[in-house]
């Protein structure tokens, strides 16, 4: 299976990635090429029937998370990239049928979207009053991936430890994420906001 995107002409990102998944004697193969880009990104993944029902079915698998990881590294190596762009995009500027068609797919409204924070409801633009109205806040990026998104949390800790008073919403978020994927539990997430806290 072969894919391209490219980005819209007014990216600040115009270029195109390339990249293909396939099936050998080893499991399933991806490779990613950035063009302009000579290193060549490839990754193996085992073949199993709960991988291949995510690839080819519209459903989730709720009890395998380690599929699940499986499934979002596939989805860094081949969309993320055109993710990321459009995830500003994403309601305000698709017509109904197809924010209709995208929301039917299980996959990206329960993991996909909350990986890259994409919102999944349909922008509405609020009419003035003249009582003024509130500024969206700039959204919080969070990597699928949990280590990552530990060594985020712990910069975090460490610049508000030596001084820096900001980061909260993004220090709580990456905590909800991974206390959601269960990659905390409940008395560590407690812990770290309350260390947060009382620097």
């Not at 000579?38 to 599929?67: A, G, H, M, V």
């Amino acid at each position: 299976m072969l894919g391209e995107y490219e980005y819209f002409t007014d990216s600040p990102y115009n270029y195109i990635t390339d990249y293909s998944i396939h099936v050998d004697e080893n499991g399933i193969v991806v490779e990613k090429t950035v063009k302009d880009i000579p290193e060549i990104q490839k990754q193996k993944f085992e073949i199993s029937k709960s991988l291949l029902t995510l690839l080819t079915r519209n459903q989730i698998i709720n009890n395998e998370p380690e599929i699940k990881k499986q499934y979002l590294k596939i989805i860094s190596l081949t969309i993320a990239d055109a993710l990321n762009f459009i995830k500003n995009e994403f309601s305000s500027k698709l017509n109904e049928s197809v924010f209709n068609d995208i929301k039917s797919n299980v996959k990206f409204m329960n993991w996909i979207a909350p990986s890259y924070n994409i919102p999944t409801r349909k922008s509405v633009r609020i009419k003035k009053t003249g009582k003024g109205c509130k500024v969206p806040q700039t959204p919080i990026i969070l990597s699928p991936f949990a280590n990552e998104n530990k060594k985020r949390l712990y910069l975090i800790l460490t610049s508000k430890e030596a001084g820096n008073n900001s980061g909260l919403e993004e220090f709580t978020a990456i905590l909800d994420q991974l206390l959601k994927n269960e990659e905390i539990k409940l008395k560590d997430y407690k812990g770290l906001l309350k260390r947060f806290n009382s620097t």
